[in-house]
């Protein structure tokens, strides 16, 4: 069982950035996919961004251009660079792993976009 926490969070201006590290209790190596959710208030939580074990991100239409996702396998960390923030980005943000039948979750780190 592989334990996420993650980290950053944090009040931010629009137009703003900041960054959100996710660590993990084992290798990452292996997890067929890992990412980050999002859920703001009242509404659903979707996936904003996610890695293959190949090393290949993918991003949702609202953040792409504006996000990236990476990792540090040595470190067992997963990153999400998140620029020209605005305020619809307000969330709590979850790490998240998937491997062929298994899902690991963080606990959620709060970013909130706002003058």
């Known amino acids: 069982q592989v334990q996420l926490v993650e980290s950053g969070g944090g009040l931010v201006q629009p137009g703003g950035s900041l960054r959100l590290s996710c660590a993990a209790s084992g290798s990452i190596v292996s997890i067929n996919r890992m990412g980050w959710y999002r859920q703001a208030p009242g509404k659903e939580r979707e996936l904003v961004a996610h890695?293959?074990?190949?090393?290949?991100?993918n991003y949702a239409e609202s953040v792409k251009g504006r996000f990236t996702i990476d990792r540090d396998i040595a470190k067992n960390t997963v990153y999400l660079q998140m620029s020209s923030l605005e305020p619809e980005d307000t969330a709590v943000y979850y790490c998240w792993g998937w491997d062929f039948g298994m899902e690991y979750w963080g606990q959620g780190t709060l970013v909130t976009v706002s003058s």
């Open positions: 890695i293959t074990s190949g090393g290949k991100p």
